[in-house]
C-alpha cells in the first residue's frame, strides 16, 4: 500500500520515493506526494523519476500512475517525486472555499440535496437538486465564507479509522466532514471568496467558486 504523504503534509512539492510495481507505462510508489483526484478535487501534475505523469488513479486504497511508454522505470529504483507546488495550493485553497461554502449551504437552506462537485485550479462548482434559483441566497452565502475566511481559524485534519484511510477535517465549531482532500492548516488561507450562480437545468442549481484575488 502507497503511503499517502500528502496527508501528513500536504504543503510538500518533493520527495523521493521507491518503485513497487511496473506494468508497462503504470508504476506503483512505496510513497508518494502526489494526489490522484478523488471527491472531485483533481490530480495534481507533475514527475516521476523526471517523467511527466500523465494520469494518476485510484484502484482500491492503491494509486496507480500512468507514465509515457518508454518511462525507463523498473522495480526497486529510487524516484525522486515533483508536483506544481502553485496549483497544488490553488487546489486545496478552492478545495476548503468550496467546502466552506457547501456546509453554509446545509446550514441555511436545508433541506437541499448535493448532485455533484469539481475542484479544479481555476475555479471549483457544487451542483445542487433545487427547484428554485439559488441566486438569492448567495450574497449572504459568500458573507458568511468570507467571515470565516477572515477568521483565520485552525482546519483539523487526521483520521477517523487509519486502517481503512477514512479521514476528516474539523474547525470546531463550525462543522466537522469526512474528507480524504488535500487540506490547509487555517481558513486564512483561502483568501476572498466570490461566488456566482450557474442554472445547468431544470431543477438543478450550480454554485461557481473562484479566489477573489484572481
Given at each position: 500500500?502507497?503511503?499517502?504523504l ?10 523521493t520515493a521507491?518503485?513497487?510495481?511496473v ?12 494526489y490522484?483526484?478523488?471527491g472531485?478535487q ?15 488513479r ?20 529510487n ?8 496549483r ?7 478545495h ?15 433541506p ?15 451542483d ?5 434559483s439559488?441566486?438569492p441566497a ?5 458573507e458568511?465564507a ?15 479509522d487509519e ?12 462543522a ?16 476572498r ?22
Amino acid at each position: 500500500m502507497t503511503e499517502k504523504l500528502f496527508w501528513i503534509d500536504p504543503y510538500l512539492t518533493e520527495a523521493t520515493a521507491r518503485v513497487v510495481l511496473v506494468d508497462g507505462a503504470d508504476v506503483t510508489l512505496d510513497r508518494t506526494i502526489f494526489y490522484a483526484e478523488s471527491g472531485g478535487q483533481e490530480s495534481d501534475r507533475g514527475t516521476i523519476g523526471g517523467v511527466a505523469v500523465r494520469e494518476a488513479r485510484k484502484v482500491g486504497r492503491e494509486i496507480v500512475y500512468s507514465l509515457a511508454e518508454g518511462h525507463g522505470l523498473a522495480p526497486g529504483m529510487n524516484v525522486t517525486i515533483a508536483i506544481d507546488g502553485e496549483r497544488r495550493r490553488r487546489l486545496m485553497r478552492l478545495h476548503f472555499a468550496a467546502e466552506i461554502v457547501l456546509e453554509l449551504v446545509y446550514r441555511d437552506l436545508a433541506p437541499i440535496e448535493k448532485i455533484g462537485a469539481h475542484i479544479a485550479a481555476e475555479k471549483a462548482r457544487i451542483d445542487f437538486r433545487l427547484d428554485r434559483s439559488i441566486g438569492p441566497a448567495l450574497p449572504a452565502l459568500e458573507e458568511a465564507a468570507n467571515a470565516i475566511v477572515a477568521d483565520d481559524l485552525a482546519i483539523e485534519s487526521a483520521f477517523s479509522d487509519e486502517a481503512a484511510e477514512r479521514r476528516f477535517w474539523r474547525i470546531p465549531g463550525f462543522a466537522a466532514v469526512p474528507c480524504g482532500g488535500t487540506h490547509l492548516k487555517r481558513t486564512g488561507e483561502v483568501g476572498r471568496i466570490a461566488c456566482k450562480r450557474d442554472n445547468i437545468g431544470k431543477g438543478k442549481e450550480r454554485i461557481v467558486i473562484r479566489l477573489a484575488d484572481d
